[in-house]
């Protein structure tokens, strides 16, 4: 039951550009958004959420934007610097659920310098 | 203490046998979590501890069981290993029930041959 998908397994960006990775969602009883970041042979890294009474979220050059209505949330990497290539998981967490988290497959982003 | 640390950090064992892996959060981290990662997928919630009593738990078998003890440490613990059980186990930990992000362990790589 993949609640969570991430559709783009991989992507490739040139240094300074914008990245923006995807996220799509199946269950309304999530209220809370989450991505994080993993290095190989580390474990993933909480890099920025947004609850879901809120559409944006920023933080430095990271920003998530959520659109409930299409059950769709993005991370946007400006600009995208080579040390963002990783692996990129997209969670979603819901009350009614103790808050535990599902998560998407993950997309692999890889930033040319 | 800070951080979350996962031992062992790699596992070979054989078809039917058990074995368990060991997790120790951060200091006043009551809520862990346990996550499943196969090869290129994201993590599987397996079952959530909240102040050592199960709190939740994902579409895994009952042969998969777990402790949380009051020193903030955990175990997974998986009986008759079967080949697909081969993955990355990651612990996950966080203050309460609120809806923060986990501090995620770097896991056990667990091979079952």
């Known amino acids: 039951d993949q609640q969570v998908k991430q559709n783009s397994p991989s992507l490739s960006v040139q240094e300074g550009r914008i990245s923006i990775l995807n996220c799509d969602y199946t269950?309304?009883?999530?209220?809370?958004f989450l991505w994080y970041k993993k290095y190989p042979a580390e474990g993933p890294t909480f890099l920025i959420s947004?609850?879901?009474?809120?559409d944006k979220n920023e933080d430095g050059r990271f920003t998530v934007f959520l659109n409930k209505s299409a059950k769709h949330l993005s991370l946007h990497i400006v600009p995208s610097q080579p040390g963002d290539s990783a692996v990129y998981f997209c969670?979603?967490?819901?009350?009614?659920?103790?808050?535990?988290?599902?998560f998407g497959a993950g997309t692999r982003l890889t930033v040319k310098p | 203490e800070t951080g979350v640390t996962q031992s062992p950090t790699h596992l070979i064992k054989t078809r039917g046998q058990q074995v368990t892996l060991r997790c120790s959060s951060q200091?006043?981290?009551?809520?862990v979590s346990w996550y499943q990662q196969a090869l290129g997928q994201g993590p599987q919630f397996i079952f959530q501890?909240?102040?050592?009593?199960?709190?939740g738990r994902g579409n895994f078998p009952p042969r998969f069981s777990g402790l949380q003890f009051p020193n903030y440490s955990s175990e997974l613990n998986v009986n008759a290993l079967e080949l697909d059980d081969s993955a990355l186990y990651l612990c996950?930990?966080?203050?309460?029930?609120?809806?923060?992000?986990?501090?995620f362990g770097s896991g056990t790589r667990l091979t079952v041959v």
């Open positions: 200091s006043g981290h009551n809520t």
């Open positions: 969670a979603a967490s819901a009350v009614t659920n103790n808050n535990d988290m599902r």
């Open positions: 501890y909240y102040r050592e009593e199960e709190n």
């Open positions: 947004i609850s879901s009474i809120k």
């Open positions: 996950a930990s966080r203050p309460g029930r609120t809806n923060y992000g986990y501090t």
């Open positions: 269950n309304s009883m999530f209220d809370y």
